[in-house]
């Protein structure tokens, strides 16, 4: 063998060996095509694990909690958050029941507040809200612009029938009961935030309430 044949040789096995190299395995002319196999993305009706490792919800939001500083997770939709505030001192964070609630406090004496984030026109969610109580001895509406942020608020105050705090509880009827609520329409969808209990402590709670309210800042 001259030391060209040679040559021609080696050139020939290198050449070879790099396609082994590139392919993982060589393959005759008549060979199928090798697909790659990837993972598909969770079906829309199978559950998701959190960062903690418990099961959640298709489109369940972070439970990471809102911080002292009120930072929204992502609701259900994947929407980006759209709001940030700061959490008064005294309300204490609860678990929330369901994916439709954002965030949950507890504030002394009975009154809960909840943050949500749905659809829907603020005027009929605002009926809505009104349409929890009978007897209705009280109701005020208004508006106002908080950074740049259409607010509508309700303040109403009678029996209210709209179902019991605790999730899963029977709706008993509450006699002198009040509720402040607000529609902050932001990008869409807008969030809901509500103070619910007895008259008494729910106007003690107010100022800290209108506070939150005022400090609603857009992200």
Do not use: C
């Not at 509508?152 to 006699?175: I, Q």
């Amino acid at each position: 063998m001259s030391i060209r044949l040679a040559s021609y040789v080696v050139a020939a096995v290198l050449l070879v060996a790099s396609g082994w190299a590139l392919h993982g395995v060589w393959r005759g002319p008549d060979a199928a095509p090798i697909t790659l196999a990837v993972a598909p993305a969770p079906a829309g009706g199978e559950v998701l694990p959190s960062d903690n490792g418990e099961v959640l919800p298709p489109n369940h939001p972070s439970i990471g909690g809102t911080s002292q500083h009120g930072v929204m997770p992502s609701p259900a939709g994947n929407d980006p958050p759209a709001l940030a505030w700061k959490v008064p001192v005294g309300w204490q964070e609860a678990p929330s029941p369901n994916a439709m609630r954002l965030a949950t406090y507890r504030v002394p004496d009975g009154v809960e507040v909840t943050v949500s984030r749905a659809g829907g026109a603020t005027d009929a969610n605002i009926q809505r809200w009104v349409g929890q109580f009978d007897d209705v001895g009280h109701e005020v509406h208004a508006e106002r612009t908080v950074h740049g942020l259409h607010v509508v608020t309700v303040d109403v105050a009678g029996t209210f029938v709209g179902g019991g705090m605790t999730p899963g509880t029977t709706a008993e009827p509450h006699p002198a009961w009040a509720m402040v609520g607000a529609v902050v329409e932001s990008r869409s969808p807008p969030y809901f935030i509500k103070m619910t209990g007895p008259v008494a402590a729910v106007r003690v709670a107010r100022a800290a309430f209108d506070h939150l309210i005022d400090g609603i800042t857009p992200m």
